[in-house]
DNA sequence: CTCTAAGATCAGATATTCTTATCGAACATG
DNA sequence: CATGTTCGATAAGAATATCTGATCTTAGAG
């Protein structure tokens, strides 16, 4: 008989690809996490992983499997979130995954923003890229996540929270750095550097410049939006970076020019997402209303 | 920590209201039962069943953890149906559910149709009102259901099989029985019966009479459609019935008249619908077929 | 007041799941 | 080419969780 057990250990092996790290992630030992996922190939009849000498990779059957294990952990969660939520919003320990774009901006802010209106509030932050928030909010491992929006997924809720205007960051000493406003010329520049694949900000940046040919881009594929300033700093291209970043992180470098494009400026919705079946509106009001507050300031 | 078992067993005393015959159903004993409630109440800090002398009733925290619940066992099934699916269409044992008004007509052409298409199918039955069907359909207990659409459940999916004509009967010695065809005129009568409240076609027959003042429809609220045939063969008024009840069970009583309507001819579409995450498509494609060799004879 | 039907409780039996110890296979390395 | 390392698999006994069967409690019906 299928058991949430079965499912929770199965999850975890997925999401580490090595039964002995999931094990230690379970607080079992390693054989009894074995046994448990061969009971549930053999139920399932099937087999879920590929036992390699690095570890254990899904094989089709289980990339299907783990879609449907995740959406009944994520609806478990739901469960166990709705009896609580009895007891006030925010009053269980909520896990609310931010994108990093936006976390250093947000997170300094919203936190004492929370702590004052509820103070008995537990937070659990996780700042990663959108599409592994986004699979971890599914499967319940997060209750919502702070991205860019839209998402356009069905299973999900969206509420917006701020517009985040688009700038161009280019070096002090450039021909472009003594123009008013950044335009579309600017963005051709052979130079552009954006962050590396999988980042949603690169995505955005590249709805931006859509004129421009991919072609063309400069190869960098920064890691963070740090290492892209670091790179103007230094002269080598031209970037575009989210204002609310820039509020947070990149005031101070006297060898970057940060350029405000005329209106309409280019810019992104930036929101909450959470399980559409989770009832944690009440929650998302209150941070809703914590971010409010900050961006009065 | 919250596990399955609680959940069949919730589920189960949710469905029976009332803890013993739930036991029963579920093959253990009624102590065995009642400490998983209490644990699961413990869980989720809340009661879940008011008990009383006659049984056990849901409370308002109890039937919105049924739903979660329900939603749970649903993904559930979605999960260990995915797996057998590989083994072709129909190959596990398939849970049909169909509504009373299109039972008579389609079973007994659609059981032999599926018997030859794939000799090794095994369907299980189960008629009963569209509500009813679709919760069932919902927790996973059925695994597709043959109603009338559209449903409008953003969790289901549907696929139509056959437009179904509404036709009217009348008693075959009224005023009404020399006409050609129904009108709109004859359904003004005050002694237009309908079935009792819960039945999906008396929805659609007051859909259709819309024109009508609901205070002025007899009272009578038949159980089924056959009672409300002997209603009219009795003469005591007038009522619609889907064309393919009455192709199946209606044609001999020569005391009832039936009359079509002129084009454009009121009508329903009846269908399947299934769990969208169910994975499911190549056994309703089974079906779907099936009923398309029946209409062809 | 007694009887009945429903769920709760408790002790012991049973099943399931876990841990510890050990094994075997697939590499990498000296 | 032997040897060590890193995986996951296996086996036996220990620890938990779950179930059964007998009994109890409660609330309403006769």
Redesign the pocket.
């Known amino acids: 008989m299928l ?1 949430l ?1 079965n499912l929770r250990y199965f999850h975890m092996v997925a999401r580490t690809g ?3 790290r999931a094990a230690e992630a379970c ?6 996490l ?6 549930l190939e053999t139920h399932l009849g099937a087999k879920l992983f590929e ?1 390699t ?1 690095e ?2 990779r899904l094989t089709e059957a289980g990339r299907e499997a783990l879609h449907h294990a995740d959406r009944i952990l994520g609806a478990v969660a739901d469960l166990e979130t709705q009896a609580r939520r009895v007891r006030g919003p925010l009053s269980g320990p909520f896990r609310l995954g931010i994108i990093p774009s936006v976390a250093p901006y947000l997170l300094p802010r919203l936190l004492p923003g929370v702590m004052q209106r509820i103070p008995g509030a537990r937070l659990t932050l996780r700042e990663t890229r959108t599409a592994i928030l986004i699979e971890e909010l599914l499967s319940g491992d997060l209750d919502a996540v702070i991205v860019s929006l839209p998402l356009d997924n069905p299973e999900l809720a969206e509420r917006p929270l701020m517009r985040d205007p688009f700038v161009l960051a280019v070096p002090a000493g450039s021909e472009f750095a003594a123009a008013d406003f950044a335009t579309a010329e600017m963005l051709n520049s052979p130079d552009l550097l954006l962050l590396e694949d999988g980042h949603c900000f690169r995505d955005q940046a590249l709805d931006v410049c859509r004129t421009l040919d991919a072609s063309r881009l400069s190869s960098y594929g920064a890691t963070s939006l740090s290492t892209l300033i670091q790179l103007v700093a230094n002269g080598q291209g031209v970037t575009l970076l989210p204002q609310l970043f820039v509020t947070a992180e990149a005031k101070a470098d006297p060898r970057v020019k940060l350029l405000r494009f005329a209106p309409p400026a280019p810019s992104r919705m930036v929101g909450l997402a959470w399980r559409r079946t989770a009832g944690i509106e009440r929650d998302v009001d209150e941070i809703e209303a914590a971010v409010q507050d900050t961006l009065d300031l």
């Open positions: 058991s057990r090595h039964f002995g607080s079992i030992t390693q054989p009894a074995s046994m448990q996922i061969r009971e036992r000498r570890g254990a």
